[in-house]
């Protein structure tokens, strides 16, 4: 099954090398063993994209994540997914409490990532 298939809109971590290994030859099953953070939908997308997180991601990792897009990015990059995510959670502009549960738990995956030597994939 393709990547998109099964982690439509969402951020995926790798548990294992295997398992990254599926991820990048975009062939996975249920039981690849992963970590996955699901954007509920349409409307909590939107207001991720509105807080500018992505973006903020993508200057900092030099990454390409873009709406209808996976990208990777690398696990010596999460030092810079972090400072993104501190940014946008400290930055003067509200966000409601959705949001900032997904950059809790974005924050999470990040850092678990940097701990495991793994990617994140981000499939939006």
Same mark, same amino acid.
Request: hydrophobic letters at 40%.
């Given at each position: 099954?393709?990547?998109?298939? &099964? #982690?439509?809109?969402?951020?995926?971590? +790798?548990?294992?090398?295997?398992?990254?290994?599926?991820?990048?030859?975009?062939?996975?099953?249920?039981?690849?063993?992963?970590?996955?953070?699901?954007?509920? =939908?349409?409307?909590? #997308?939107? /207001?991720?994209?509105?807080?500018?997180? !992505?973006?903020?991601?993508?200057?900092?990792? =030099?990454?390409?994540? @873009? @709406?209808?897009?996976?990208? !990777?990015? @690398?696990?010596?990059?999460? +030092?810079?997914?972090?400072?993104?995510? %501190?940014?946008?959670? !400290?930055? =003067?502009? +509200?966000?409601?409490? %959705?949001?900032?549960? #997904?950059?809790?738990? &974005?924050?999470?995956?990040?850092?678990?990532?940097?701990?495991?030597?793994? +990617?994140? /994939? #981000?499939? &939006?």
């Amino acid at each position: 099954m393709q990547n998109s298939q &099964l #982690f439509r809109r969402g951020v995926v971590l +790798p548990q294992n090398r295997e398992a990254e290994a599926s991820l990048r030859l975009n062939d996975v099953s249920e039981n690849t063993p992963v970590r996955y953070l699901k954007i509920g =939908n349409q409307q909590e #997308f939107e /207001l991720l994209w509105g807080v500018g997180i !992505f973006q903020r991601i993508n200057a900092y990792s =030099n990454g390409l994540i @873009d @709406d209808y897009e996976e990208c !990777f990015v @690398d696990a010596s990059s999460m +030092p810079a997914v972090l400072k993104a995510i %501190k940014e946008i959670q !400290f930055s =003067n502009n +509200p966000h409601d409490m %959705k949001t900032e549960h #997904f950059l809790v738990s &974005l924050s999470s995956l990040a850092s678990e990532a940097a701990s495991l030597g793994r +990617p994140l /994939l #981000f499939v &939006l």
